[in-house]
């Protein structure tokens, strides 16, 4: 991991660093290069991580007021658990599911027998190259913990050319202090540094009840 201080969980970082973790070699920051080569794990993978985001979805739709916002994209959004929960509690919301073709190949579908697919439409594309612009909220969950510091400010950068000046950029993460106190204020510092090199700083840090998880909400310096 670089210095920059972003304090978000990445997924077995030291492992990563040795870039292979048992008999798997391609893991981590081949992990999607994989998925793409191996349709049957990308299915498991998108099932496991729709599951996690299903348990914790109604938590976070009862934490973050979504009301308030008119279109909303889920950037790395996969099969759309996410943006169901958030269109099902919120009809007037219009949503946008944003992965890689892979990654989204089921979303239509899942939307669909959601009952949510006349609110959301399903854009396929990469995050390294551009996001799609102009929305109210762009939600990043369990985005940025995949990626090394130079590959998570090419997505934040990228997220922050595609807003407009009151969208926010909701990343969506474990989050851990830097210093060893779990403060608030060891928080927001340790998120800070990374953000302000995107163009971006913290407008809230929101701890999700229940669980290990905070939203950061961060908006245009
Ligand atoms: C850890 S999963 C998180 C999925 C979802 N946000 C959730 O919380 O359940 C990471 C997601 O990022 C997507 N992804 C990976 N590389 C991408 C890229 N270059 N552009 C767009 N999406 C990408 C993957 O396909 C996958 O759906």
Request: proline share 4%.
């Amino acid at each position: 991991m670089g210095g920059t201080g972003l304090a978000i969980l990445r997924r077995n970082a030291p492992l990563r660093e040795n870039g292979r973790i048992g008999d798997v070699p391609h893991l981590w920051n081949g992990t999607f290069e994989y998925l793409a080569a191996n349709p049957d794990q990308a299915v498991i993978f998108n099932e496991a991580m729709a599951e996690n985001t299903r348990r914790v979805s109604q938590a976070l739709v009862s934490a973050y007021d979504f009301s308030r916002f008119r279109k909303i994209i889920d950037v790395g959004g996969g099969n759309g658990a996410l943006m169901t929960a958030i269109v099902a509690t919120n009809p007037d919301i219009r949503g946008v599911v944003f992965d890689l073709p892979r990654g989204s190949a089921e979303a239509s579908q899942k939307l669909a027998d959601a009952g949510v697919a006349a609110n959301c439409e399903v854009v396929a594309g990469d995050f390294f190259r551009s996001v799609p612009e102009g929305t109210d909220v762009y939600i990043l969950k369990f985005i940025i913990h995949d990626w090394d510091d130079e590959q998570s400010l090419a997505i934040l950068k990228n997220c922050r050319k595609a807003t407009h000046q009151v969208s926010k950029i909701l990343l969506i993460e474990r989050v851990m202090p830097e210093k060893m106190e779990a403060t608030p204020a060891n928080q927001r510092m340790a998120m800070a540094d990374m953000l302000a090199k995107a163009g971006l700083s913290i407008a809230q840090i929101l701890a999700i009840p229940g669980l290990d998880i905070s939203v950061i909400e961060a908006v245009r310096s």
